[in-house]
């Protein structure tokens, strides 16, 4: 079955980085596209990037756009989000979820997710 | 950026009855529209996609409507485990955008 596994969450300081990595099995990986949503304690659904199966087209959210990057190793079936000059703003809860196509826009599996603290 | 807006914010239900959900588009997003549930402490699930295909595995009971703006998602008969949170995403534009959520509660 889908299983989307997220981890290299934390505490860290503003300005700080961090890497957060999403490993995926039962499917055929290099097929879809891949997204990675967030949910701040206690708010609503934030939409943060998105990768393409080929890896090709990226997108992100404006408030992350610059500091954040979105990548892909179809060989080992996993995806990275490194993020940079982390803020406060940045707290949440970081889900990676699996596109329903190459690019269809549809988030059909999502993993359980992995927490990310921003704080001094 | 295409702005969601779902309502009611809390919306309170007795089992067996029907809920009704709303989320407008601040512009057209033709039927590119999708529906999720979530509860406490899980991930969310995909319901509903291009505004009223169910997604796999979904009961019945959950039907989706609308296109341009103005979209509902209908659970016919409540059961037990359908009181969670649910979201709308548009996906017609970028950046993808969602709505803030409606709480379906036991009434």
């Known amino acids: 079955q889908v299983q989307l596994v997220e981890s290299g969450g934390g505490v860290v300081q503003p300005g700080e980085s961090l890497r957060l990595s999403c490993a995926a099995s039962?499917?055929?990986?290099?097929?879809?596209?891949i997204h990675w949503v967030r949910q701040a304690p206690g708010k609503g659904l934030e939409w943060v990037a998105f990768?393409?199966?080929?890896?090709?087209?990226?997108q992100y959210a404006d408030s992350v756009k610059g500091r954040f990057t979105i990548s892909r190793d179809n060989s080992q079936n996993t995806l990275s989000l490194h993020m940079n000059s982390l803020r406060v703003e940045d707290t949440a809860m970081y889900y990676c979820?699996?596109?329903?196509?190459?690019?269809?826009?549809?988030?059909?599996?999502w993993g359980q997710g992995t927490l990310v603290t921003v704080s001094s | 950026e295409i702005v969601m807006t779902q309502s009611p914010a809390t919306l309170s239900v007795s089992p067996g009855e029907r809920a009704t959900l709303s989320c407008r588009a601040s512009?057209?997003?033709?039927?590119?529209l999708a529906w999720y549930q979530q509860k406490p402490g899980q991930a969310p699930r995909l319901l509903i996609y291009g505004a009223s295909t169910r997604a796999t595995g979904i009961p019945a009971r959950f039907s989706g409507s609308g296109s341009g703006t103005e979209f509902t998602l209908t659970i016919s008969s409540l059961q037990s485990e359908d009181f969670a949170v649910y979201y709308c995403q548009q996906y017609n534009n970028w950046p993808l955008t969602f709505g803030g959520g409606t709480k379906v509660e036991i009434k």
């Open positions: 512009q057209s997003v033709r039927t590119n």
């Open positions: 990768i393409r199966s080929d890896g090709s087209i990226r």
């Open positions: 979820a699996k596109d329903l196509g190459a690019e269809w826009l549809m988030l059909d599996y």
């Open positions: 039962g499917f055929t990986f290099s097929t879809y596209a």
